[in-house]
T-cell receptor
Framework: DQQVKQNSPSLSVQEGRISILNCDYTNSMFDYFLWYKKYPAEGPTFLISISSIKDKNEDGRFTVFLNKSAKHLSLHIVPSQPGDSAVYFCAASVAIQGAQKLVFGQGTRLTINP | DTGVSQDPRHKITKRGQNVTFRCDPISEHNRLYWYRQTLGQGPEFLTYFQNEAQLEKSRLLSDRFSAERPKGSFSTLEIQRTEQGDSAMYLC?????????????FGPGTRLLVL
């Protein structure tokens, strides 16, 4: 079963506008959420995270919002830049043997158009 | 901080052959994870090490897969008798092990193609 879902396989946004990427999850035990960005032939690069005790975290142009009651999180990028074009993965963290296992969504390909 | 490195970056092998991948984590990180990513999917957890101890294995990790982390430093992932279904990107990640809310940092991955 897919515990973390990114329902939009792709998103196209004009440069300078806001990009909003969405993620839904089903497991109430998830306590930490992360967004990663991935370019072709590279590993995922950490972008931003949020603890389940918060509802917003901001880092420069990136803001992550968490709605626990809806089991939904979103990543806002503003303003969008051409270098933001990549695949974005939402990941949720669940405890295993004292550590944290990440469960990933399927990814959303973001294209920023000049 | 030189980041997580993986070797090789690409591997092409014939079905039935054995392959081994290496991961070097960020130097002060005591936790090391292996994930596998297939086309159109997000990475999936395979296994986890705390220092040299392998503490968790996914059911995705069949008997043909074995991972080690001698001395708690680099790790190797070996696949014996490879099958075409093993073709994927194998990703390694490491973290500092600070308890809740840790961030895992990924290497560039090893792309495996089994012919």
């Amino acid at each position: 079963d897919q515990q973390v879902k990114q329902n939009s396989p792709s998103l196209s946004v004009q440069e300078g506008r806001i990009s909003i990427l969405n993620c839904d999850y089903t497991n109430s035990m998830f306590d930490y959420f992360l967004w990663y960005k991935k370019y072709p032939a590279e590993g995922p690069t950490f972008l931003i995270s949020i603890s389940s005790i918060k509802d917003k975290n901001e880092d420069g142009r990136f803001t992550v919002f968490l709605n626990k009651s809806a089991k939904h999180l979103s990543l806002h990028i503003v303003p969008s830049q051409p270098g933001d074009s990549a695949v974005y993965f939402c990941a949720a963290s669940v405890a295993i043997q004292g550590a944290q296992k990440l469960v990933f969504g399927q990814g959303t390909r973001l294209t920023i158009n000049p | 901080d030189t980041g997580v490195s993986q070797d090789p970056r690409h591997k092409i092998t014939k079905r039935g052959q054995n392959v081994t991948f290496r991961c070097d984590p960020i130097s002060e990180h005591n936790r090391l994870y292996w994930y596998r990513q297939t086309l159109g999917q997000g990475p999936e957890f395979l296994t986890y090490f705390q220092n040299e101890a392998q503490l968790e294995k996914s059911r995705l990790l069949s008997d043909r897969f074995s991972a080690e982390r001698p001395k708690g430093s680099f790790s190797t992932l070996e696949i014996q008798r490879t099958e075409q279904g093993d073709s994927a990107m194998y990703l390694c990640a490491s973290s500092r092990g600070q308890g809740g809310g840790e961030t895992q940092y990924f290497g560039p991955g090893t792309r495996l193609l089994v012919l």
